[in-house]
């Protein structure tokens, strides 16, 4: 546990929701099907499109009479430095409580011909063990949610085919129907350096309003606490079936948000070497610019966020965040030298 020690924070930005808000794929890319493709999936409750809003706490729940399924997705890119990857995340899961596994495989053919396994060599950061049955899959330890990555895959890369199946038995019922809070995958970044030491933080119970009354007494009214519970768990925890309700009495309320410096940034490691170069730059480049504030679309879209990516296994360091002032700001302190700032506020 790092007491929120902020060291070199690292952002997790989803390709996924990235291009369906710019137009680049449409929900119809991405796809849930039985694994032997016969039909969809059955839905207990829910649709595909809720695992792409970024909200774990607008899950779905699949029954589990359907066994194995597998979500496809079509990136649509096929030069291969378009469509990178080297992580993925399932938030707000239930699969220690259905007893469920899962594999990420990637291709350039649609029927995976030749896939690659990134569940195979990845590593594994959150709730996310080699499974006994078969050492391609990963089976979470807990309910709750799980990270892994992998190395940038830079061929054969424009199919993905996350398959979720009983831990070890592909034609058999999940001991319990499957809740998936949200599914994210993309790439990756680091800060270039660790924030100045005068980082600010606040948890703000911005649900909250008093009102006072012409008598002079004081109520609370409130919409929202923080944010709501996820399928199995409270956000961000990690807790067996069994420990659901007592981990309920420990749930967090209030809203969570970070005012970072970052002082004397190298020019390269804040802006790309042309602002306005091919498509191919702004996807697989290593600035803050095109990685963080471009695939953010400023405050659109939201991102997973560790505040120390050097300790990338404390489950407590990470959250959902927005980038809460909606664009880069930067001042040049000297030569090819920039101040910048992130300011960061908590989504759900």
């Not at 990178?84 to 409580?97: D, P, Q, S, V, Y």
Request: proline share 2%; glycine share 8%.
């Amino acid at each position: 546990m790092s007491y929120n020690r902020i060291v070199k924070p690292r952002m997790y930005m989803d390709r996924l929701s990235f291009d369906l808000a710019t137009g680049q794929r449409t929900i119809s890319n991405y796809t849930i099907i039985q694994d032997n493709g016969s039909s969809a999936v059955t839905y207990e409750s829910g649709q595909l499109e809720d695992v792409f809003d970024m909200r774990p706490t607008n899950y779905v729940t699949i029954e589990k009479e359907n066994q194995a399924f597998y979500f496809k997705f079509d990136t649509g890119q096929t030069a291969d430095t378009m469509a990178e990857k080297n992580f993925l995340a399932i938030l707000g899961h239930n699969f220690t409580e259905a007893d469920a596994a899962f594999q990420l495989q990637y291709d350039d053919s649609v029927n995976m011909d030749s896939g690659t396994v990134a569940t195979n060599a990845c590593t594994r950061i959150i709730n996310a063990a080699v499974s006994s049955e078969n050492a391609d899959y990963v089976t979470p330890t807990s309910n709750g949610w799980s990270l892994i990555t992998w190395a940038n895959n830079n061929t054969d890369n424009r199919y993905y085919r996350l398959i979720i199946t009983k831990d070890g038995a592909l034609t058999t019922n999940f001991d319990a129907d499957v809740q998936i809070g949200a599914i994210m995958m993309g790439e990756f970044i680091d800060l270039p350096h660790s924030p100045d030491l005068n980082v600010g933080f606040d948890i703000d119970y911005d649900g909250s309003k008093t009102i006072s009354s012409t008598g002079g007494s004081t109520f609370a009214a409130s919409s929202h606490l923080g944010s709501p519970a996820w399928a199995a768990t409270n956000p961000w925890v990690l807790t067996g079936e069994a420990g659901a309700e007592v981990y309920k009495l420990a749930r967090h309320y209030g809203r969570r948000s970070y005012a970072m410096n970052l002082s004397f940034v190298s020019d390269s490691d804040l802006f790309l070497s042309n602002m306005h170069s091919a498509s191919a730059a702004m996807v697989d480049g290593s600035d803050l610019y095109s990685q963080l504030f471009h695939k953010s679309l400023g405050s659109h879209l939201p991102f997973l966020l560790t505040i120390d990516g050097s300790i990338v296994d404390s489950e407590g360091d990470y959250g959902l965040y927005r980038l809460s002032d909606g664009g880069l700001k930067a001042k040049q302190v000297s030569v090819n030298t920039w101040n910048t700032s992130l300011n960061l506020v908590e989504h759900w």
